[in-house]
T-cell receptor, first 110, second 114 residues
Framework: DQQVKQNSPSLSVQEGRISILNCDYTNSMFDYFLWYKKYPAEGPTFLISISSIKDKNEDGRFTVFLNKSAKHLSLHIVPSQPGDSAVYFCAANWGDDMRFGAGTRLTVKP | NAGVTQTPKFQVLKTGQSMTLQCAQD?????MSWYRQDPGMGLRLIHYSVGAGITDQGEVPNGYNVSRSTTEDFPLRLLSAAPSQTSVYFC?????????????FGEGSRLTVL
């Protein structure tokens, strides 16, 4: 069963605009949520995280929002840059169990 | 600073062959894990370890064995490869005390089973 879902396999945005990547989860036991970024032929790298006791966390151009009642989180990138083009994985953590979504491929066009 | 190192980067096996994917980290992380990445499935946890001598199963452990004799190394063994094990494998590590669960990944090992 996929406990973490990213329903959009791909997203294309124009440089300078906002990118919004979405993620849904089913397990209410998850207490940390993370976003990872992956370039081709490289391993995923950590981008930003949020604790379940918060609803927003910002780091520069990246903001993650958490809506616990809807079991939904989103990653906002403002402004988007061509170097942000990558696959983004949403992940949710509970103890030793970390589950990943299928990923969303973001393309930022110059 | 090497981080997490995986070898080999590419491997082709025939059905029934065995092999070991190597993973080493130099960050003194207690937690190490193996994931496989398949199209449309994201990253799925195969096995993990919270310290030397301790291993446990993840979501998709069947067909894989692991051991953790040192803090640095966490090899993944395929005893009898099957085409369904064709995938990209990632090793990852973290501090056990890091409750956020932030993982540091290797560059991946692409395995093809014919």
């Amino acid at each position: 069963d996929q406990q973490v879902k990213q329903n959009s396999p791909s997203l294309s945005v124009q440089e300078g605009r906002i990118s919004i990547l979405n993620c849904d989860y089913t397990n209410s036991m998850f207490d940390y949520f993370l976003w990872y970024k992956k370039y081709p032929a490289e391993g995923p790298t950590f981008l930003i995280s949020i604790s379940s006791i918060k609803d927003k966390n910002e780091d520069g151009r990246f903001t993650v929002f958490l809506n616990k009642s809807a079991k939904h989180l989103s990653l906002h990138i403002v402004p988007s840059q061509p170097g942000d083009s990558a696959v983004y994985f949403c992940a949710a953590n509970w103890g030793d169990d970390m589950r990943f979504g299928a990923g969303t491929r973001l393309t930022v066009k110059p | 600073n090497a981080g997490v190192t995986q070898t080999p980067k590419f491997q082709v096996l025939k059905t029934g062959q065995s092999m070991t994917l190597q993973c080493a980290q130099d960050m003194n992380h207690e937690y190490m894990s193996w994931y496989r990445q398949d199209p449309g499935m994201g990253l799925r946890l195969i096995h993990y370890s919270v310290g030397a001598g301790i291993t446990d199963q993840g979501e998709v452990p069947n067909g894989y064995n692991v051991s953790r004799s040192t803090t640095e190394d966490f090899p993944l063994r395929l005893l009898s490869a099957a085409p369904s094990q064709t995938s990209v494998y990632f090793c990852a590590s973290s501090y056990v005390a890091d409750y956020t669960g932030e993982l540091f990944f290797g560059e991946g090992s692409r395995l093809t089973v014919l």
